[in-house]
């Protein structure tokens, strides 16, 4: 797995927490420029997706198994959208507190896969 991508995507998702979280410190909901961090952040993890696809299928191999790596890819790809369509659902601070959570999971997710790839 790429560290500097796992870096990459890792920093995005805390960024987009802390700023999810100022807003709903502020009583703010979800806004159209948080959905543009979340999709920079989403766009960041579907990459990271096709790289550990590509480096499975060239032969190289997670220290603690293909499948659990697949359902951590998986699981880090969606966690952001998955948190995004919640907050459409839920206008108000709440939404923003469900997002920054989102980018909370996600980085812990990449710690994981890290760890899961045998860093």
């Known amino acids: ?3 500097a991508l796992t870096i990459a995507v890792t920093v995005a998702a805390l960024a987009l927490a802390a700023w999810c979280a100022l807003a709903a410190y502020r009583d703010q909901p979800t806004k159209d420029w948080h959905f543009i961090g979340m999709a920079v952040v989403s766009v960041l993890a579907l990459v990271q997706l096709v790289v550990g696809i590509v480096q499975v299928a060239r032969g190289e191999k997670a220290h603690d198994g293909s499948v659990i790596f697949f359902a ?7 966690s952001v959208p998955v948190a995004g369509f919640m907050s459409l659902t839920e206008r108000s601070r709440w939404g923003s507190v469900v997002v920054a959570g989102g980018g909370v999971v996600l980085a812990v997710l990449e710690v994981r896969l890290h760890a899961i790839w045998g860093g």
């Open 72 to 78: 951590y890819l998986l699981g880090a790809a969606l």
């Open 1 to 3: 797995m790429l560290v």
